[in-house]
């Protein structure tokens, strides 16, 4: 069970959009539907912004949006704002009640 | 509305034990999964293991297999992680969170535990 593989960070100027990837196994990413995705600030809790792949939370913003290819799940954010300026985490379900995060990007808003 | 709210910081010694509870309000309890996630300083979300408030059945990561068991008391809504022969690395903010189907929803205000001689 190997944590998924997030780009360390990523960076884009307001009103630009980003993409952040998120890539893991035929067992996890590849298998499942069952990809969310976390926004976190300094010394916050995480919050949920995309849920199964595609779904957004209530509240959630349209800007984010989330899609999968293969083993691989992407979380993009357009229209850039400074307030979303933070760590991003991807979490897949691995099959047997377990679950594993991806290491999280740092987004930096120019 | 859904809260959960843990118990404060600790301090231990390496090999020493450590507990943390995470009573649960505003929804049904027995009903919701209920997940531990730490977070070590500077470094990412590692996921620990999830608890089945009803039965009490639990599942770990085999990371930390052998040292982690998670528990749950229904009388008073709260869920229990204890993590036995504590190393240095074990430092970080322990978070309970509500599972809502395969993602969560809900996040305690999490723990810090560090181990220090």
């Known amino acids: 069970q190997s944590a998924l593989t997030q780009p360390r960070s990523v960076s884009g100027s307001p009103g630009q959009s980003v993409t952040i990837s998120c890539t893991g196994t035929?067992?996890?990413?590849?298998?499942?539907?069952?990809v969310s995705w976390y926004q976190q600030h300094p010394g916050k809790a995480p919050k949920v912004i995309i849920r199964?792949?595609?779904k957004r939370p209530s509240g959630v913003p349209d800007r984010f949006s989330g899609s999968k290819s293969g083993n691989t799940a992407s979380l993009t954010i357009s229209g850039l704002q400074a307030e979303d300026e933070a760590d991003y985490y991807c979490?897949?379900?691995?099959?047997?009640?377990?679950?594993?995060f991806g290491g999280g990007t740092k987004l930096t808003v120019l | 509305q859904v809260q959960l709210v843990q118990s404060g910081a600790e301090v231990r010694e390496p090999g020493a034990s450590v507990k943390v509870s995470c009573k649960a309000s505003?929804?049904?309890?027995?009903?919701?999964?209920v997940h531990w996630v730490r977070q070590a300083p500077g470094q990412g979300l590692e996921w620990m293991g999830i608890?089945?408030?009803?039965?009490?059945?639990?599942t770990y990561t085999q990371r930390l297999q052998g040292r982690v068991t998670m528990t749950r008391d229904t009388s008073t809504r709260t869920v229990y992680m204890e993590m036995s022969s504590l190393k240095f690395e074990d430092t970080a903010v322990y978070y309970c969170?509500?599972?809502?189907?395969?993602?969560?929803?809900?996040w305690g205000q999490g723990t810090l535990v560090t181990v220090s001689s």
């Open positions: 969170a509500r599972a809502v189907g395969n993602w969560i929803d809900s």
């Open positions: 505003g929804y049904d309890f027995i009903s919701y999964y």
């Open positions: 608890i089945n408030p009803s039965g009490g059945s639990t």
């Open positions: 035929s067992s996890d990413v590849g298998f499942y539907n069952y």
């Open positions: 199964d792949v595609t």
């Open positions: 979490c897949a379900y691995a099959g047997s009640y377990l679950w594993v």
